[in-house]
């Protein structure tokens, strides 16, 4: 089976997009898009964040508008779990640093957070990723017609 997946890594991290499913006992299945943030050294956990369809979307027109215009935009979810709540957030931007542009997608969760760096061209496609995914992973688990 394949699986639309794509992959952006830079100097010690990376971040993973690919379709996710989303199941709940009792509930009918969605679809839903993960990204994946890891680091290459050591032995942390990887982060995941998880969008909605519409989310998605909304995470490649952001894309698409920071890499002409620059800025920062962030996504934050907020859930709770037996720990207490967690809230992670999703950050996306375009930085000048010693007179170069770079971009860089960042998840941050309590302590721990994981900046990935990335080219333009990256960056967009990674949007496009996104927009293609927003649409794919629009989806409900319908049950079998009994006939």
Known sequence: MKIPQITIYSKNSGVEISPYEKRTTGKQSEGRIALRFFRLEGKSQPLRFVVN?????????????????????????????????????????????????????????????????????????????LRHLSLSQSWVEAPLPTN
């Open 53 to 129: 369809p519409s989310e998605g979307f909304e995470l490649s027109r952001l894309i698409n508008r920071i890499c002409e215009a620059g800025g920062k935009e962030t996504l934050t979810h907020k859930y709770d779990s037996s720990d207490g709540e967690t809230i992670t957030k999703l950050a996306i931007e375009r930085y000048e640093r010693n007179n170069r542009q770079g971009y860089a997608l960042s998840i941050q969760r309590g302590d721990e957070n994981v900046n990935v760096s990335t080219t333009a061209s990256q960056f967009l496609y990674a949007a496009e990723f």
